[in-house]
């Protein structure tokens, strides 16, 4: 399902005017929003300010959100647009290719979509600025809002078939994400009465605000709605190519080729689709930040933790990296520096899914979380999993 046009008047309004009081003023010493963020720097972002008028043609209207050296703001141009500023990084390069594609692909639709970039020169250097579709709440945020913090199957399968073609489409684009994870699946918004209102309440009631020097740092507004598709956002760390090597991945999330320093390819986002529909349906994650303050330490655990689940590795996959001696003898056998836990079996894990349709989960588990990349299903592969389908999922949910 391709993402809709907004309706808009046929020529741009003019500015409109925005309070410069009424609003709460946050102490200086009060972290807000990004200053929240590992590593923040106040020079990797550029100093937006809601009023402000881009390239002659968009107008801020709102914050929306943060990430990682870019703020989101929403902003009206012939249409309302999403305004993401941030450093210079591989994500332009990803859009451009997809851009470049003539390839008709039924996942497209499930992927944001670029509509325009520039720079700005900031205080600390250049810019980029991407112009894309605007979106809603975030998968995270839904699955917040839902009974006891997790979905019912048929709502988690949904969004795993969505993801997964649009996965597909960015495979056979050769684009591989890697970052893929409920935060980075964003609802499409099929009423732009949704948007006006988001201006609105800026008009009404000021978004609370911090002074750092030059810079103003904003409150995000809160965006609920939606109803259309999951779509995929923030390619910021996707890798464009078949085979890559290097660190990647959300720590949580990644694949063990990766955690052992192996090449990897596509088959990483397979990985993350395993862990996302484990992490849409189950209170508690398959794994977790085991040490925060050692990687070493943390990959360790990590890696002792994916043994427990899944027995010990075949022997050609311990061919593939020297790392592989600090953990396993040639014969699979653990003698690494941390203790290995009890064997996990998934079927005793799994407290939300019964009968038929946890045999079935258990089988698509089994078909995306595997030590050999060739193993796992492909996205495509995957999409078509009877599970994911709802072939064998029973009806009537409550």
């Given at each position: 399902?391709?993402?809709?046009?907004?309706?808009?008047?046929?020529?741009p309004?003019?500015?409109?005017?925005f309070?410069?009081?009424?609003?709460?003023v946050?102490d200086?010493?009060q972290k807000?929003e990004?200053?929240?963020?590992?590593?923040?720097?106040?020079?990797?972002?550029?100093?937006?300010?809601?009023?402000?008028?881009?390239e002659n043609?968009?107008?801020?209207?709102?914050?929306?959100?943060?990430g990682?050296?870019?703020?989101?703001?929403?902003?009206?141009?012939?249409?309302?647009v999403?305004?993401?500023t941030?450093?210079?990084?591989?994500?332009l390069?990803?859009?451009r290719?997809?851009?470049?594609?003539?390839?008709?692909?039924p996942?497209?639709?499930?992927?944001?979509q670029?509509?325009?970039?520039?720079?700005?020169?900031?205080?600390?250097?250049?810019?980029?600025?991407?112009?894309?579709?605007?979106?809603g709440?975030?998968?995270r945020?839904?699955?917040?809002?839902?009974?006891?913090?997790?979905?019912?199957?048929?709502?988690?399968?949904?969004?795993?078939?969505?993801?997964?073609?649009?996965?597909s489409y960015?495979?056979?684009?050769?684009?591989?994400?890697?970052?893929?994870?409920?935060?980075?699946?964003?609802?499409a918004?099929?009423?732009d009465?949704?948007?006006?209102?988001?201006?609105?309440?800026?008009i009404?009631?000021?978004?609370?605000?911090?002074?750092?020097d030059?810079?103003i740092?904003?409150?995000?507004q809160?965006?609920?709605?939606?109803?259309?598709?999951?779509?995929?956002?923030?390619?910021?760390q996707?890798?464009?190519?078949?085979?890559?090597?290097?660190?990647?991945?959300?720590?949580?999330?990644?694949?063990p080729?990766v955690i052992l320093?192996?090449?990897w390819?596509n088959?990483?986002d397979v990985?993350s689709?395993?862990?996302?529909?484990?992490?849409?349906?189950?209170?508690e994650s398959?794994f977790?930040?085991?040490d925060?303050?050692?990687?070493?330490?943390?990959?360790?655990?990590?890696v002792?933790?994916l043994?427990?689940?899944?027995?010990p590795?075949?022997?050609?996959f311990?061919?593939?990296?020297?790392?592989t001696?600090?953990?396993?003898?040639?014969?699979?056998?653990?003698?690494?520096?941390?203790?290995?836990?009890?064997?996990?079996?998934?079927e005793?894990?799994i407290?939300n899914?019964?009968?038929e349709?946890?045999?079935?989960?258990?089988?698509?588990?089994?078909?995306?979380?595997?030590?050999?990349?060739?193993?796992?299903?492909?996205?495509?592969?995957?999409?078509?999993?009877?599970?994911?389908?709802?072939e064998?999922?029973?009806?009537?949910?409550?």
């Amino acid at each position: 399902m391709a993402s809709r046009q907004f309706s808009s008047p046929s020529t741009p309004s003019r500015p409109r005017e925005f309070p410069s009081s009424g609003f709460e003023v946050i102490d200086p010493s009060q972290k807000v929003e990004e200053e929240r963020l590992p590593f923040y720097k106040l020079e990797d972002y550029y100093p937006m300010q809601i009023g402000q008028v881009l390239e002659n043609r968009y107008h801020v209207v709102a914050k929306l959100g943060y990430g990682i050296s870019s703020t989101v703001w929403l902003s009206r141009d012939l249409m309302y647009v999403h305004i993401n500023t941030i450093q210079r990084n591989q994500e332009l390069n990803v859009y451009r290719r997809l851009s470049g594609l003539t390839m008709d692909h039924p996942g497209r639709g499930y992927v944001r979509q670029f509509h325009d970039s520039f720079e700005l020169k900031g205080p600390h250097g250049e810019h980029e600025v991407f112009v894309m579709t605007p979106l809603g709440m975030s998968l995270r945020t839904l699955q917040e809002l839902q009974k006891d913090h997790v979905f019912q199957q048929s709502l988690a399968t949904t969004a795993l078939s969505q993801a997964l073609l649009g996965l597909s489409y960015l495979h056979e684009a050769d684009v591989i994400h890697t970052d893929l994870h409920s935060d980075n699946l964003l609802v499409a918004i099929t009423d732009d009465g949704i948007l006006s209102t988001v201006e609105e309440n800026e008009i009404q009631k000021p978004s609370a605000r911090k002074v750092i020097d030059d810079a103003i740092i904003y409150v995000s507004q809160y965006m609920l709605g939606g109803a259309g598709p999951l779509t995929i956002c923030d390619l910021g760390q996707a890798r464009i190519g078949r085979v890559h090597r290097g660190n990647a991945m959300p720590m949580v999330y990644r694949a063990p080729e990766v955690i052992l320093g192996m090449t990897w390819g596509n088959a990483v986002d397979v990985w993350s689709t395993g862990l996302l529909a484990w992490d849409l349906l189950e209170k508690e994650s398959l794994f977790r930040v085991y040490d925060r303050d050692s990687q070493e330490q943390n990959d360790a655990h990590h890696v002792a933790a994916l043994t427990a689940l899944l027995g010990p590795p075949p022997p050609e996959f311990l061919k593939r990296s020297e790392k592989t001696g600090k953990y396993w003898n040639e014969d699979g056998q653990w003698h690494g520096p941390v203790p290995l836990p009890p064997e996990k079996k998934l079927e005793a894990l799994i407290h939300n899914v019964a009968g038929e349709d946890k045999e079935v989960f258990i089988n698509f588990l089994e078909c995306v979380l595997t030590w050999l990349p060739e193993d796992r299903l492909t996205s495509l592969e995957a999409y078509f999993h009877p599970w994911v389908r709802g072939e064998k999922v029973s009806q009537g949910e409550d």
